[in-house]
């Protein structure tokens, strides 16, 4: 009976340590969410100010007043357009191309049987371990030597295949049955046309998240589009904002104007985070367990 | 009928895969031509302006370009001189900002993802809070960490309110370690240490530390990178089984003692990977130096990769800016051959150790034991 008493006591003492410790994880959670998160709110807010404002009142987060200085000035400057223009049409084209450059690999590498599969793929896992940064220069003089400096072909081109797309689409492809195209083959069809109306629909998935993984990839790039373009003209909007944020050009912090820019510039991948947030997150927990 | 099926099959057979070979070049062939052309060429190309004196003029294939040997090696390396200071510097500050970096992120995004790890409610939204720092460009996240820490900003404005004054960030190249050392009235100048010189650098500013300036960067690159390695790190945790931990704590084992003996030693492959992760990210820091400071103040945010651009592209000095970064490619591959000789070791030691069956539970036995 005592027994039964102290087991019912230490069970309430334990209900209020565990309530007590959820309690005590999300007042830290929280606060670490409000680490994470304040930068990016105050930086919206601060979009709003006026410079002085900016300036004198970094933390308030009520603007006074509130303007739209910042949008108008960016709007107003043909060049932020340019700058929108150039990382549309870099992305879109890097993207869809990378896809569909990169999953063909990756099913050559998967399902098909040839002579010197085993050392491409050996290659392609020797160039995914060189360091992007290490490849500027390089990048640069052949980028020249081939003319196509300054122009868009040269800040696409090099940008089109990356070897850990080939790599994630090839495990994709190992990881789906094969007997679907086999009697494909059978019946007679030719490989692409297996590869295209038979294997791609059923890799969506990976589809997706390397689209996902190259749309940030490319919209975010700035190191490759500073040594493959010089004109104004062709900056992209991570290398024009790069620009406006190393400017000084006299005239005050402009902390609005920069900050509106950045936020700008971040809202696609902020929507395009949302709608696969899901998705992204299991993404790369399936890429750690290869 | 079924022999004439398989006959027929056995028939087109070679002609399939006569096809599947052609077919597989073909499928292969643009990422080989671009993989080849704008990576493995380029490569080439580097290693011999490494080795001439290209000033930039024409082609680096012509007569522009003459061969000097290991003249831009040396002059980095061993000949003294403004060269050899900025790449010493340089090698300086990114080594102190791996050396701060790498752990302090990946015990941040291994402390986030225990946290989120667990069975609560809104624990999606804490992971994309943790996360959203990741997708965003590092043109905008400089932005955003030059704003808060500029000299009146948010983070001196948080300061003032706890009294304290706070440095002018980005502006300050005191080295911490200095500002510490004078603290306990070590000599400013550094006393005999400013005597000795290695890569052009006196071994007392070796001794100086990341600059203020430099932990902006340090905690920006926390900041952004902990959330891609939560991910991680919350693989790593999912497939630790959950009874292990109930049984722990059925026998009373402490929170940190199941973190001790139980979570770490079952995630140790994804914390090699982080780790590896990690020494290569952080030594190819460019990206925000160049949006953020281009190396100011006094060089102390000065790091090989955006010397490397700055020596060629702004210097016309292209033999040695190559030559830097394959100096750079050889840190790189040093640091992730011996994290994997690190990886590979404790894998093999224990097994022919270990007398109990295997698992975390005798892993965690066998500790408790040495310990």
Redesign the interface.
């Known amino acids: 009976m005592s027994a039964q008493v102290h087991t019912m006591r230490s069970d309430a003492s334990a209900t209020r340590r565990r309530l007590f410790g959820?309690a005590m994880?999300?007042s830290?959670?929280v606060a670490?969410?409000v680490v994470?998160?304040f930068?990016?709110v105050?930086?919206i807010i601060?979009s709003f100010k006026t410079e002085p404002d900016a300036?004198?009142n970094?933390?308030s987060v009520t603007p006074h007043p509130v303007t739209t200085t910042a949008f108008h000035q960016l709007s107003a400057d043909n060049d932020f357009f340019t700058w929108v223009k150039n990382s549309i049409i870099v992305t879109l084209s890097v993207t869809f191309l990378r896809v569909f450059?990169?999953s063909?690999?990756g099913?050559?590498?998967a399902r098909?049987?040839?002579?010197?599969?085993g050392a491409?793929f050996a290659?392609?896992v020797a160039?995914m371990?060189?360091?992007?940064?290490?490849?500027?220069?390089?990048?640069?003089?052949?980028?020249?030597?081939?003319g196509m400096y300054d122009t868009y072909y040269g800040m696409i081109?090099?940008l089109?295949?990356d070897?850990a797309g080939?790599f994630i689409m090839k495990n994709f492809f190992e990881s789906i049955p094969v007997s679907v195209e086999e009697s494909a083959?059978?019946d007679g069809a030719s490989?692409?046309r297996i590869?295209w109306s038979i294997v791609l629909p059923m890799a969506r998935p990976a589809l997706v998240t390397l689209f996902i993984l190259s749309f940030?990839g490319s919209?975010?790039e700035?190191?490759h589009f500073?040594?493959s373009a010089q004109s104004t003209s062709l900056n992209t909007?991570?290398k024009g904002?790069?620009q406006l944020?190393?400017g000084q050009l006299g005239s005050g912090?402009r902390?609005p104007l920069?900050?509106a820019?950045?936020?700008l510039?971040?809202i696609p991948?902020?929507v395009l985070?949302f709608i696969f947030?899901r998705r992204?997150?299991n993404a790369?927990?399936g890429a750690?367990?290869e | 009928m079924a022999t004439h099926v398989a006959g027929l099959l056995r028939r087109r057979e070679p002609g399939i895969r006569g096809h599947e070979a052609a077919a597989g070049w073909l499928f292969l062939l643009p990422v080989i031509v671009i993989l080849g052309l704008f990576l493995l060429l380029p490569i080439a190309m580097a290693a011999w302006v490494s080795f001439s004196d290209w000033n930039g003029n024409g082609s680096p294939l012509g007569a522009h370009a003459h061969w000097v040997g290991l003249a831009n090696y040396r002059d980095l390396l061993t000949t003294p001189g403004l060269d050899q200071n900025n790449f010493g510097e340089a090698i300086r500050n990114n080594f102190y900002y791996v050396l701060l970096v790498v752990p302090i992120q990946t015990a941040v995004s291994l402390f986030l993802a225990v946290l989120v790890n667990r069975r609560l409610k809104f624990v999606g939204f804490f992971r994309t809070a943790f996360y959203f720092p990741s997708v965003t460009s590092s043109v905008a996240i400089t932005i955003l960490f030059l704003f808060l820490f500029s000299p009146s900003g948010v983070i001196n404005k948080l300061l003032s309110y706890l009294g304290a004054t706070g440095p002018s960030w980005m502006y300050d190249p005191d080295g911490i370690f200095h500002l510490v050392a004078q603290q306990f009235g070590a000599n400013a100048s550094g006393g005999h240490l400013a005597n000795h010189v290695f890569l052009g650098v006196t071994y007392w500013d070796w001794l100086a530390g990341p600059s203020v300036a430099m932990c902006v960067f340090i905690i920006m690159a926390v900041f952004t990178t902990s959330g891609t390695f939560m991910l991680l790190f919350l693989a790593g945790l999912q497939g630790i089984d959950e009874s292990v931990n109930e049984a722990a704590a059925l026998d009373g084992a402490s929170e940190w003692n199941k973190f001790r003996h139980i979570t770490v030693p079952m995630i140790r492959p994804t914390l090699f990977t982080v780790v590896t992760l990690g020494l290569i990210g952080t030594w190819q820091i460019f990206d925000q130096i160049y949006v953020g400071s281009k190396g100011s103040p006094l060089n102390t945010t000065l790091t090989p990769a955006y010397l490397s651009f700055d020596t060629s592209f702004n210097q016309n000095n292209w033999g040695a800016g190559a030559a830097i970064a394959f100096i750079l490619f050889g840190i790189i591959v040093f640091f992730t051959l011996v994290t994997r000789l690190l990886t590979r070791n404790p894998d093999k030691v224990p097994r022919r150790r270990r007398f109990e069956p295997t698992g975390p539970i005798a892993d965690s036995k066998l500790s408790k034991v040495e310990a």
Request: charged share 10%.
């Open positions: 959820s994880t999300y830290f959670l670490v969410a994470y998160i930068p990016f105050i930086s601060t300036t004198a970094p933390l450059l990169d063909l690999a099913y050559a590498l098909l049987r040839f002579r010197g599969r491409a290659t392609i160039v371990a060189v360091p992007g940064v290490v490849l500027l220069i390089p990048k640069f003089l052949i980028i020249r030597q081939f081109v090099p089109l295949v070897a080939v083959r059978i490989l692409f590869y940030q919209w975010n700035l190191a500073i040594i909007l991570t904002v790069a944020a190393s912090n902390y920069k900050l820019a950045s936020m510039m971040t991948v902020a985070f947030q992204i997150m790369s927990e750690v367990k």
